[in-house]
Nanobody, 114 residues
Framework: QVQLVESGGGLVQPGGSLRLSCAAS????????MGWYRQAPGKQRELVAD???????NYADSVKGRFIISRDNAKNRVYLQMTSLKPEDTAVYYC????????WGQGTRVTVSS
């Protein structure tokens, strides 16, 4: 059984940085897309960034220039480097792996506040 586990969330001041990590446990092959989504209180879950197996990336306009997504195919891990964080980045962040099935992590909370 495949499980995704996120880590790296926490409380950070505006302008600060965090690095999120997501690792898959269990056997998982041919991961096409890896992505990060977030859900703020009272809002729908939204795509933050995703990356293909070939390394092509896509970002939400709200995070372009501030966040970087990367992946380690050998380790089945995906990362999200977040810089210049803003209060509006506060949300629960979820990682997502797409094979023939969509896998989701349990989420890690990011709070940006002074």
């Amino acid at each position: 059984q495949v499980q995704l586990v996120e880590s790296g969330g926490g409380l950070v001041q505006p302008g600060g940085s965090l690095r999120l990590s997501c690792a898959a446990s269990g056997s998982i092959l041919s991961i096409n897309h890896m992505g990060w989504y977030r859900q703020a209180p009272g809002k729908q879950r939204e795509l933050v960034a995703d990356i293909t197996s070939g390394g092509n990336t896509n970002y939400a306009d709200s995070v372009k220039g501030r966040f970087i997504i990367s992946r380690d195919n050998a380790k089945n891990r995906v990362y999200l480097q977040m810089t210049s964080l803003k209060p509006e980045d506060t949300a629960v962040y979820y990682c997502n792996f797409l094979t023939g099935t969509a896998y989701w992590g349990q989420g890690t909370r990011v709070t940006v506040s002074s």
